[in-house]
C-alpha cells in the first residue's frame, strides 16, 4: 500500500522516510534494435517479460540512447554528459583505462550519496585500470571507484578479450599457477588464433574477430592463460541472473541502485541451450529471447522478495541494432520478416535514426500507469530525473534534462532538442527533424548498416517519413537554416566533416 500513496506525498516526505525511497534498476540491452521487441508492435519475435515493462510502464515511441555505439551510450547514461565532449568515449578495447575520472559526477554516485546500496552487474565497456592492467591483481580505478559499492561485470564486449568475469576488480575463479595476459597489439607465441587454427573454431567470423580463440569462438585481442577463469558464453545469462538474485537479496531491506548490462544480442550470440532455436531466426533472435528470459527473473525475483511494487525498473538498448557484426551467425540470412529497426533507417554505427532511437521504458508498479508517450526522451536524462524525484542535487552543467513527469507519465513534455551521435559524427534532432550534416566516409561498414554519411546537409521529417526515404533539406531552407544555428552553436568545435570511423579495435 506504501507506495500507492506515494505520488500524492511531497518529495521531502520522501525523503524523510527512507524506507519509502524507491529502488531504481536501470536495464541497458546491448545492441538491441527499436523493433526487436515486440512491445512496439513486432509480431516476428515474442519478448512477453520486457513487454510486461513496456504495457504497465510508459513506453516510450522516441526513446534515445545518445549513441550508436556502446561505450559512449553507456558514459553517457552513467555521467549524464553529451560523450562526444569527450574525445576518449569511443568503442574501447578491452584493456581500455577506465573512460569516467573518478572526480566526475555519476548517476551511481548520487544514489550511494542518497543512502542507496548501488551496482553495476553485467557488461561494462567503460574501460578499467590506468591502462593495460595487471589482470592477476585487482583492477583499478574502475566501477567501484566511480560510484558502485558492487561490480560483477565483463570489462568490455563479449567479443573482447579478457573473457573473464571482474567481480570487485577481481578476475574470478584464476588460479594463481596460471596467470591471464591480455594483449592488443600482438599474438603470444604458440597461442591458436583464428588464421592459424580455424578447425578448431564453433562459430566463424567474417570480419574483424580473427584473434584468440575462447571457448570455440575467435575474439578481438590477444591473450594467455587464465583458463580456470575463462567464460563459458552459454551460461553467461544465467551466471549474471544469479548475480543479480544475490544482490536483490542483500539488499532487500535497504534501497538500491542496479545499472544490469544485459550482454545480448551483440556478438558472438551464443545463448544457453534452452533458447537455441526457439526464434526461428537463430543465434540472434535467440540471444533476444534470452535476453527477455533475464528480464523476466529479475521481476520474479523482485516479486517474490516482494520488491517490485517499490522500484522502478527502467529499460532501453545502448545502441541500434546490426545484423552481421563479424561472425557468420546467419543473422541475416535467417531474419525473414523481421525489422530490427522497427522500420527506421540505419542501424548500430549509423547517424540515421535506427542508430540511436532504441526501446525505452519506464515502469514502475503500482505508480506509474500504463501509457505510451511519443515524447522525445534521451537516456541522459535519466539520472537529472530521478535526482529530481529524490529531491538531489545535481551540477548545472549536466547535458542531461530533468523530465521526471515524462517518465512518470503525467505529462507529454519531452526534449525539443538532441544531439544523436555515432562514432564522432554527429546529427541533431529537434522535434520531428532530423539534421545530419555532411560527413565523409563510406556509405555503410563491413556490418553492411548504413552510416549516414552524406555529402551534403540532409533534413528529415521523421513523423512523416519515419524511414528518412526523402532529404527536404532543399524544400525546406528555412527549417534547415534554423536547424543549423541550433547545432553548431550546440556543438562548437566538435563537427569535422572529416571524421572518419576509427579503426577498431
Ligand atoms: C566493432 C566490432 C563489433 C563490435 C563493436 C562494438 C569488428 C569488425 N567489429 O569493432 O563486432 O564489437 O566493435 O560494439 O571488430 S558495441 O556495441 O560494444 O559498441
Ligand atoms: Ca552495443
Request: charged share 20%; with cysteine.
Amino acid at each position: 500500500m506504501k507506495n500507492l500513496i506515494l505520488p500524492i506525498l511531497s518529495l521531502s516526505v520522501i525523503n524523510s522516510y527512507s524506507a519509502q525511497k524507491p529502488n531504481v534498476i536501470v536495464i541497458l540491452a546491448d545492441d538491441l534494435g527499436y523493433g526487436d521487441v515486440s512491445a512496439y508492435g513486432s509480431q516476428t519475435i515474442k519478448t512477453p517479460n520486457i513487454d510486461r515493462l513496456a504495457k504497465g510502464g510508459v513506453s516510450f515511441s522516441n526513446g534515445y540512447a545518445t549513441s550508436a555505439t556502446s561505450t559512449p551510450s553507456r558514459y553517457a547514461l552513467l555521467t549524464g554528459m553529451y560523450p562526444w565532449k569527450n574525445k576518449n568515449a569511443r568503442i574501447l578495447a578491452g584493456d581500455a583505462p577506465l573512460l569516467i575520472d573518478t572526480t566526475q559526477f555519476t548517476f551511481p554516485k548520487m544514489m550511494k550519496n542518497a543512502g542507496y546500496s548501488t551496482a553495476a552487474i553485467g557488461k561494462w565497456h567503460l574501460g578499467m585500470g590506468n591502462g593495460k592492467p595487471d589482470w592477476n591483481k585487482t583492477i583499478k580505478p574502475g566501477a567501484n571507484e566511480v560510484g558502485f559499492d558492487y561490480s560483477c561485470l565483463i570489462a568490455a564486449t563479449v567479443d573482447r578479450v579478457p573473457t573473464v568475469y571482474i567481480e570487485n576488480g577481481n578476475v574470478v575463479g584464476l588460479d594463481s599457477k596460471d596467470p591471464i595476459y591480455v594483449n592488443y597489439v600482438k599474438n603470444f607465441e604458440g597461442e591458436p588464433t583464428a588464421l592459424s587454427n580455424p578447425e578448431i573454431l564453433k562459430m566463424q567470423w567474417s570480419h574483424g574477430h580473427n584473434n584468440s580463440i575462447v571457448n570455440g569462438i575467435p575474439r578481438i585481442g590477444f591473450v594467455k592463460g587464465g583458463k580456470s577463469a575463462q567464460w563459458k558464453d552459454e551460461d553467461m545469462a544465467n551466471y549474471f541472473v544469479e548475480k543479480v538474485k544475490r544482490f536483490l537479496i542483500k539488499n532487500k531491506q535497504h534501497p538500491f541502485f542496479l545499472y544490469y548490462g544485459l550482454h545480448e544480442p551483440h556478438v558472438p550470440r551464443v545463448p544457453y541451450s534452452d533458447f537455441v532455436g526457439k526464434s526461428g531466426m537463430g543465434p540472434r533472435g535467440d540471444a533476444i529471447l534470452e535476453a527477455d528470459w533475464c528480464v523476466g527473473k529479475l521481476i520474479e525475483n523482485l516479486e517474490k522478495l516482494h520488491l517490485l511494487k517499490n522500484t522502478i525498473i527502467i529499460f532501453s538498448s545502448d545502441n541500434g541494432p546490426v545484423l552481421d557484426d563479424g561472425y557468420k551467425d546467419q543473422a541475416v540470412e535467417l531474419l525473414g520478416k523481421h525489422e530490427p529497426s522497427g522500420g527506421l533507417r540505419g542501424g548500430k554505427y549509423s547517424l540515421y535514426d535506427a542508430g540511436t532511437h532504441v526501446p525505452f521504458f519506464f515502469y514502475w508498479e503500482g505508480v506509474v500507469n500504463s501509457k505510451k508517450s511519443n515524447a522525445i526522451v534521451s537516456q541522459l536524462d535519466i539520472m537529472p530525473s530521478l535526482a529530481k524525484l529524490l529531491n538531489l542535487k545535481i551540477p548545472s552543467t549536466l547535458d542531461g534534462k530533468e523530465m521526471l513527469n515524462t517518465f512518470l507519465g503525467k505529462d507529454e513534455k519531452g526534449r525539443h532538442e538532441l544531439i544523436l551521435e555515432a562514432s564522432g559524427r554527429l546529427a541533431l534532432r529537434k522535434d520531428n527533424w532530423i539534421m545530419i550534416p555532411p560527413y565523409q566516409g563510406p556509405i555503410t561498414n563491413e556490418s553492411g548498416n548504413e552510416l549516414g554519411n552524406l555529402k551534403e546537409f540532409g533534413l528529415f521529417n521523421i513523423k512523416s517519413d519515419k524511414k528518412q526515404r526523402e532529404n527536404v533539406a532543399l524544400k525546406n531552407q528555412s527549417k534547415l537554416i534554423q536547424m543549423k544555428k541550433i547545432f553548431f552553436s550546440t556543438t562548437e568545435g566538435y563537427y569535422n566533416p572529416n571524421t572518419k570511423e576509427e579503426k577498431l579495435k
